[in-house]
């Protein structure tokens, strides 16, 4: 096991150089002069301009602007931001909580669904129920989560009016964060109105996000279980006289979630990439919203630094999905 | 009398290598009610002129939000209702489909072809070709896909083209893997070394000989990146970094709509509903060529 990690994070090496140079080739590679880009229209003083370049460093040959910056990050400075004039890294350590908690509840969703769906759509497997789940399942894989937020806010929150249009919270509760987990941070203030409204909040922007991880986790789910249920040792506890039920939920269940754990694992990447829609449509104050909003406000600082650090950590949580993996299933760490 | 025995050798002929696909591929419902949803978009797609009732740009200043036809106050000529600046939505729709379509299916040109040929050198010449050419993939995978296909869209600057050119990147790497692993396996069969010994040279043997034997899984790849590649341009769209309007492409007409949705629901739900059924259409080709193409699925 201890070869196998230490394998697997030397492999992340060249990645993660490779996404340091992405990053700071971002800005370079915007059309114009990358000190004009983030000026914007106003434009800049010929006096200021120098200033400028002095300041980013555009003066230095490439491998130095990059060695800098490698310096740079490597001390936790991930730059200003354009835009707020304040450090990127503490608006997004503000924001990513946000992210973090829409994300933990979308999962949880399509795993409390997904997984029970499949397992029954696999027990039924070739009825009308069986037909039911996949098709459905079909549809939400299918599904421009965009456009199904938009279906959901008219349904639930126009016709309805059951849930809240946008945003985290309700404007009236100020809260301090403790953790930026909202629905935490109430509870453990014992503000049980401002608990109620963060959830309410929370609802639909989860069920839009789970809506491709459950579709995705319930196919998983059902294909696991079937393959098992072909197993000799199921067909041995059933000739044994075990029930159905027993066989299903104590035998069978264990060895098919090995794959299913993988899965939801796996999602983090879609989820970020969910997150940015979702956020975008619920007014979110994620990080999702926070990319998009600074591609718009030609922010490239924040645009470099928010690509670095999203995908180092969606990276670092593959990795850490992948031990999981290793560790349940032995027959990985030989390879 | 010649007549009359040509059906009879017909039938003791072997089938043919479509026809013994197209047995496994018809056994499924959904993947033939996928390819004949999939048909009628794309004969929508090139006959739009024909089909459409309105020009997709043409304004109606008397009828502006007016609601689809079954609704009380909808007017005949606009069957599925007009826009906020009274474009008819169902011509708007129908020349939509050209966008999608378009953009789809140049994502997965785009994308085979630069995987293909980038997991054909990795997998025949291995060594450090491999190595350098996977570390790259693994590069491009490491960013959440809309994610990187956001910043390169910022670099590019929006526009239905350069959102194309940015979903083909992303998707890339799929393809190289795919191609990079089935030509490992490949590359010692048996007639790969007959090949070698007769003389083939390398690019022969790469795109002659191990080529044509690793499409399986390369068309069911094709066909699931075809739906993402819609989804994840009429995402981008929907942000206003893909397709910019006037244009009619799904996404974009989805987020000038936004502004109305309490008002004017139905601006909303009937090009989302066009990109739904697009997709699911074309996944429902996928799994049926998946279960069609995979031996191993054959028997189940």
């Known amino acids: 096991m201890f070869r196998y990690v230490l394998k697997k994070l030397l492999l992340l090496l060249p990645t993660l150089f490779g996404i340091t140079v992405c990053a700071f080739m971002f800005v370079r590679l915007l059309p114009g002069d990358p000190i004009l880009a983030m000026a914007g229209e106003h434009g800049v003083t010929p006096e200021r301009y120098e200033v400028l370049k002095e300041q980013f460093g555009y003066n230095l040959p490439i491998w130095q602007q990059y060695l800098k910056y490698i310096v740079s990050i490597a001390h936790g400075d991930f730059g200003i931001s354009i835009a707020t004039k304040r450090p990127v890294i503490s608006e997004f350590t503000t924001l990513f909580p946000a992210t973090l908690e829409l994300s933990f509840a979308a999962m949880l969703f399509a795993v409390i669904v997904g997984v029970p769906v499949g397992i029954l759509a696999a027990v039924k497997r070739g009825q009308w129920l069986d037909h039911t789940v996949m098709g459905v399942a079909l549809v939400g894989y299918s599904m421009p989560i965009f456009w199904w937020g938009l279906l959901l806010i008219i349904l639930f929150s126009g016709q309805l009016g059951w849930t809240p249009v946008s945003g985290r919270i309700d404007l009236q509760f100020f809260l301090r964060p403790i953790t930026g987990f909202l629905l935490i941070d109430t509870l453990l203030m014992g503000k049980w109105d401002a608990f109620l409204s963060a959830a309410r909040h929370l609802i639909l922007p989860s069920i839009v996000l789970g809506t491709i991880p459950l579709a995705i986790i319930a196919r998983q789910t059902r294909s696991a279980v079937l393959e098992v249920l072909e197993e000799d040792y199921v067909r041995t506890a059933r000739a044994k006289g075990l029930t159905r039920l027993r066989v299903v939920w104590v035998h069978a269940l264990r060895n098919a979630l090995i794959p299913v754990v993988t899965t939801i694992g796996l999602q983090a990447s879609t989820l970020m990439a969910g997150a940015i829609l979702t956020e975008t449509i619920f007014s979110w104050p994620g990080i999702g919203k926070w990319m998009v909003d600074s591609i718009f406000k030609r922010d490239y600082v924040t645009v470099q630094s928010g690509l670095l650090l999203v995908s180092v950590i969606v990276m670092v949580f593959n990795v850490l999905i992948d031990f999981v993996y290793a560790a349940l299933n032995p027959r990985i760490r030989a390879t | ?300």
Request: aromatic share 8%.
């Open chain 2, 1 to 300: 009398m010649t007549a009359a025995a040509q059906p009879e050798t017909h039938l003791q002929k072997p089938p043919t290598r479509f026809g013994e696909f197209w047995n496994y591929y018809s056994e499924s419902r959904g993947a033939v009610a996928g390819l004949i949803v999939f048909v009628l978009l794309v004969l929508m797609a090139i006959c739009a002129p024909l089909l459409a009732p309105h020009l997709p740009d043409q304004q109606y200043r008397d009828a502006f939000l007016t609601p689809p036809i079954w609704a009380a106050d909808g007017k005949s000529d606009f069957i599925l209702g007009t826009d906020a600046v009274g474009r008819d939505i169902l011509s708007r729709l129908i020349y939509g489909a050209r966008f999608s379509l378009l953009m789809g299916a140049m994502v997965v040109v785009f994308a085979m072809a630069g995987g293909v040929v980038l997991g054909l050198l990795a997998g025949y010449f291995g060594g450090w070709v491999d190595s350098l050419i996977m570390r790259i993939m693994d590069i491009i995978l490491a960013f959440p896909s809309l994610l990187l296909a956001l910043v390169l869209v910022a670099i590019l600057g929006p526009g239905l083209v350069n959102a194309m050119l940015a979903i083909a990147l992303v998707y890339q790497p799929h393809f190289a893997r795919l191609t990079r692993s089935a030509v490992l396996t490949e590359k010692n069969r048996d007639y790969v070394t007959a090949a070698k010994v007769i003389g083939a040279g390398h690019l022969r043997l790469m795109l002659a000989t191990i080529l044509p034997n690793c499409f399986g899984p390369l068309i069911v790849q094709a066909t699931m990146s075809f739906s993402n590649a819609i989804l994840d341009a009429a995402a981008l769209g929907f942000l206003g970094l893909g397709a910019q309007p006037p244009t009619p492409e799904w996404g974009t007409m989805l987020a000038s709509a936004r502004e109305f949705i309490l008002r004017a629901p139905w601006v909303v739900t009937i090009p989302g509903l066009a990109i739904l059924v697009t997709v699911l259409a074309i996944n429902l080709m996928g799994d049926g060529l998946r279960d069609a193409l995979d031996p191993r699925l054959r028997k189940s």
